[in-house]
């Protein structure tokens, strides 16, 4: 079974600019968490779909940020326009229908490093 | 207060080591724990789950919880070189998991 992909690996731009970042869930996966982790941290949820609605968005700084998930698949997260406080690690994960119990699976992460 | 509290090491131990991991949470209607494994530049990955106060035994790994003091530790026996990586509690109540800051364990050859 293929695990959750991210793209790109790496990202280093300058502050003001905008990047986006890619994910693709484990197939047959309602539920789809899009996560910040700063360095020393562990990872704080920024926002949570089901299926392609939006479940919790409350941490998601949306004057800057955004994300959708076109069909209930593959989802898109935007920083627009970048701080230096959004260098980070951007980790996706998807479990089968949300629930608690429901394990969660992460992806390797995008590395963002804003200058 | 930080809804999890976790010391984030490094935490040095020889290999064959007994590891002791310590989480401390502050919402009594946290109900489910977790523990996550994260290798350097990977993603976190479930370790051991538990749902009640007690122990839950997993080869090497015990993870146990307390509600009544709000604690939550994972021991790790017979420790090798491959357990090195950071460790995160997590706990939910319902939906939003909550991760601690991780504790990052060194197990030297």
């Known amino acids: 079974e293929a695990g959750v992909a991210q793209s790109p690996r790496y990202k280093i731009?300058?502050?003001?600019?905008?990047?986006?970042?890619?994910?693709?869930?484990?197939?047959?996966?309602a539920t789809l968490y899009w996560y910040q982790q700063i360095l020393g941290q562990?990872?704080?949820?920024?926002?949570?779909f089901q299926n392609n609605g939006v479940v919790d968005d409350s941490q998601l700084p949306k004057d800057r940020f955004s994300?959708?998930?076109?069909?209930?698949?593959?989802?898109?997260?935007?920083?627009q326009p970048a701080k230096l406080e959004d260098s980070a690690v951007y980790l996706c994960?998807?479990?089968l229908l949300g629930r608690a119990i429901d394990t969660q699976y992460f992806g390797p992460g995008t590395r963002l490093t804003v200058l | 207060q930080k809804e999890v509290e976790q010391d984030p090491g490094p935490l040095?131990?020889?290999?064959?080591a007994i590891v002791s991991l310590n989480c401390t949470y502050s919402n009594s209607a946290f109900q489910y724990f977790m523990w996550y494994r994260q290798y350097s530049r990977k993603g976190p990955e479930l370790l051991m789950y538990t749902y009640s106060s007690g122990n839950?035994?997993?080869?090497?790994?015990?993870?146990?919880?307390?509600?009544?003091s709000k604690y939550i530790s994972l021991f790790i026996r017979d420790s090798q070189p491959s357990d090195s990586?950071?460790?995160?509690?997590?706990?939910?109540?319902?939906?939003?998991?909550?991760f601690?800051?991780?504790?990052?364990?060194?197990?030297?050859p």
């Not at chain 1, 994300?67 to 920083?79: F, M, N, P, Y």
């Not at chain 2, 040095?12 to 064959?16: D, F, I, M, R, Y």
């Not at chain 2, 839950?56 to 509600?67: H, I, L, N, S, Y």
Request: glycine residues 10%; hydrophobic residues 35%; proline residues 4%.
């Open chain 1, 93 to 95: 994960a998807s479990s």
């Open chain 2, 100 to 108: 601690g800051t991780g504790t990052r364990l060194l197990v030297s």
């Open chain 1, 13 to 29: 731009i300058e502050k003001r600019q905008s990047v986006a970042f890619w994910c693709n869930p484990i197939s047959g996966h």
């Open chain 2, 12 to 16: 040095s131990v020889p290999e064959g």
């Open chain 2, 56 to 68: 839950k035994e997993d080869g090497r790994f015990t993870a146990q919880v307390d509600k009544s």
């Open chain 2, 85 to 98: 990586a950071t460790y995160l509690c997590a706990t939910t109540g319902f939906q939003k998991l909550v």
């Open chain 1, 42 to 48: 562990g990872p704080k949820l920024l926002i949570q």
């Open chain 1, 67 to 79: 994300a959708e998930r076109l069909k209930g698949v593959d989802s898109t997260l935007k920083i």
